[in-house]
């Protein structure tokens, strides 16, 4: 665990100094961000404030991850070759992500088409989880209060795809309010990274807490009133990269507990859109997602963030509960 927190530390570090060259950069390029007519008006004064600002999180774990695999190729034993999965994860879904918010800002103002980026999610979440289940032999399922693990053969295929592609987006609903999405983020791969320790993984505990390190200097810029938006080009990646930590673990049950606050904002969406076909155009919340229904409710964006990351802290508490039964 001090080897992880350390990494966690040096993440942080390297991310904070090259941050403020970032941002300088995305506004040289006019990388901004567009806000939503229909959204909270407040909103309106961040139009053109720079994003795809995951790539100051991403670059840092990606660096020093491949660094300590180089390391490991030559005989230090420092990380495990089972970290290339979510490294090849987050190098995929960044990706996408970067393609999104430069048609968002360059192209056309919507980003790229909903059906284009599902599509590609399916074909990353299938290599994936193809991977997972042939090549490291995961395809079991770890249920509280049970000490055997359930196998569940080739299901695990498109459990993991769901998951994969429903944690992604689910983050990348929550990227709507300063400091809001990277909190979150931060606490639920900090309560992973726990529950890989107490399992004795220590390869993805380290990889786990370079991520943490890597957040946590985004926040340094994201915190009210933000500099810099993660985009979809971090809200992705960190969304698909959560999950595959969630699935290596084994604990994947658990990741609608441990990220409670990410569930909550992707279920306000579907029960929202459902709710408004089926009574004709009457709306369940104010506004979707659930971090802006409370904006509308009254509550100021500060409040909004504070109070979802306390619930964020609480739920990933009981998540490491739960796996510990």
Do not use: C
């Not at 004795?200 to 991520?211: D, R, Y």
């Amino acid at each position: 665990m001090a080897y992880s927190l350390t990494l966690g530390a040096i993440a942080f570090l390297l991310a904070v100094i090259w941050g403020r060259p970032l941002i300088n950069l995305l506004r040289q390029l006019g990388i901004g961000k567009g806000i939503r007519i229909e959204g909270p008006s407040s909103h309106q004064v961040k139009t053109g404030t720079p994003t795809m600002g995951g790539l100051m999180i991403l670059i840092p774990v990606l660096v020093i991850t491949s660094v300590l695999n180089v390391a490991n190729v030559l005989g230090y034993n420092l990380i495990g070759r089972s970290i290339l999965v979510p490294m090849g994860v987050m190098i995929a879904f960044g990706a996408l992500g970067a393609v999104d918010d430069l048609m968002g800002v360059k192209v056309i103002t919507t980003g790229l088409l909903g059906r284009y980026k599902l599509l590609w999610q399916l074909v990353f979440a299938l290599f994936t989880a193809l991977f997972l289940h042939y090549a490291l032999d995961l395809r079991s399922i770890a249920i509280p209060g049970i000490a055997q693990r359930i196998d569940i053969g080739w299901l695990y295929i498109p459990v993991a795809m769901f998951i994969i592609i429903g944690t992604s987006n689910a983050v990348n609903l929550t990227d709507g309010l300063d400091g809001l999405a990277g909190s979150i983020a931060a606490v639920t791969f900090a309560a992973y990274g726990v529950i890989a320790f107490l399992q004795g993984q220590i390869w993805l505990v380290a990889f786990v807490f370079t991520v943490v390190g890597s957040l946590l200097a985004f926040l340094w810029y994201n915190a009210h009133p933000a500099e810099l938006f993660m985009g979809d080009t971090g809200s992705l990646a960190i969304g698909a990269t959560l999950a595959v930590v969630a699935l290596m673990t084994g604990q994947w049950l658990l990741l609608p507990v441990v990220g409670f606050v990410f569930m909550a904002e992707a279920a306000s969406v579907i029960l929202q859109v459902t709710y408004f076909k089926l009574t004709g155009g009457k709306r369940l919340f104010k506004m979707s997602p659930l971090h802006h229904h409370f904006e509308l409710l009254g509550w100021s964006e500060t409040h909004v963030t504070q109070r979802f990351w306390l619930i964020g802290i609480l739920s990933a508490m009981l998540g490491i509960a739960l796996a510990l039964i």
